[in-house]
Structures are given as C-alpha cells and as structure tokens.
C-alpha cells in the first residue's frame, strides 16, 4: 500500500471528525474518546465514529454540501482514467473521478472540504474543468484503496516480466 494514500486518508479522516464536530454533529466527549484509541499511523478517527454511530455519514454529506455550496452524491461509479491523466495526484489528494450521467466536464468526488484546494491544481495539471462534488469518505477510501491494490499487483507483474524477459537467452545450447 502507498504511504501517500494512506497517510491522505488518515488526514481526510482527521479533518472530517473535526469538521463533524465544528458542525455539532459529534460530541466532543466521543471525538476524544476514539482520537485516543486511534492513535497511529493510518489512523482512520472518521471511520471509526460511523462505524460506533456517533456520526451519520450522510447528515455530514448534507451539512458540508449547503456550508460549502457543492453538492454530494452517493450513487455513482468511479472512473478509470486513461491516458494522461493525474492519477497519482488523485490518490495522494483524496480526489477520485466519477462517472456521472449527462456530464461533460470531469466529476471529481471529494469528502473533505480541504480538497477544494487540491482540486484547483487538478485543473491545472489535467488540462481540463473539473466539478467537485462531496461523497461518503467510506466510498472514497474504498475506492482509493482498490486502486493502489490494483497499482500495485500491476507493478508487480509488470516487475516479473520485465525480469523474465532481461533473463530470456537466444542460447539453444541447454
């Protein structure tokens, strides 16, 4: 697994436990409570919170939607990039693309208001506009995590072969 996907969604996580309890969404007694459990590298605080009910995944969805005047969507697809495209940049940002019915700018997903920063620079770095729209950090880092598996095991194959063929002899002579 990347260090830079796990330490962006550590810090995705951070931001919507904080955001949740700026919000009055989360008791500040409960948030303290799991931050000291959770203390480590990796630490998912937001997941946790939803995993014991103290946050409602989609309240939040709603409250940053209306506070940030982006809208959020929890049915969608993501989608697989070809070409150029920052794909990496993505990964280390919490941004993921989406594949939305009847648009055509790029659909960016993001769970935590921080993103909006790096979303600027995503415009800049694929050459195209983007639309951000808040989703469930549980399908975001679900998402992310699915693709740096992906990444990885094709790396991995790509490793065995590109050192099959560096060891592949013209030498008929057994």
Known sequence: MAADAISALSDISRELALQALDLGLLEAEKYAAVKNNNLGY???????????KA????????????????PYVVDFKPYEP???FPRKYCTQNGLLPLV???????SIGIAAPGSLNALKNFNLLAGARAAAYFIPFTQL????????????EAVAAGDVAVHAASHTSTDTNF
């Not at 990796?42 to 014991?52: K, P």
């Not at 946050?55 to 982006?70: A, P, T």
């Open 82 to 84: 070809h070409g150029k």
């Open 42 to 52: 990796g630490e998912d605080i937001f997941s946790q919170l939803v995993a014991e």
């Open 55 to 70: 946050i409602d995944e989609q309240v939040l969805l709603e409250k940053l939607s209306r506070k940030y005047g982006r």
């Open 100 to 106: 939305l019915d009847g648009s055509d700018v790029v």
């Open 141 to 152: 880092k679900r998402d992310i995590l699915e693709f740096e598996a992906f990444q990885e």
